[in-house]
C-alpha cells in the first residue's frame, strides 16, 4: 500500500514531462512550417515580445 502513491506521483509527473515535451515539439513543428513570424505567434505573450 506505501508504494502506491509513490506510483502515482511518479507517473504524473511522467505526464507532465510528456506535455511539456509535446508542447515543445509543437513549437517545434511550428517554427519549421510558419517560420520566425508563425512561431512568435504561436508562442505569444513575453515569448512574442522576445522573438519581436
Known sequence: MAER????KSRAAGNIETLRSG???VRVYAEAVAG???SARAAGGKEA???A
Open 36 to 38: 520566425p513570424q508563425g
Open 5 to 8: 502513491p509513490r506510483v502515482g
Open 49 to 51: 515580445v522576445r522573438g
Open 23 to 25: 508542447a515543445l515539439w
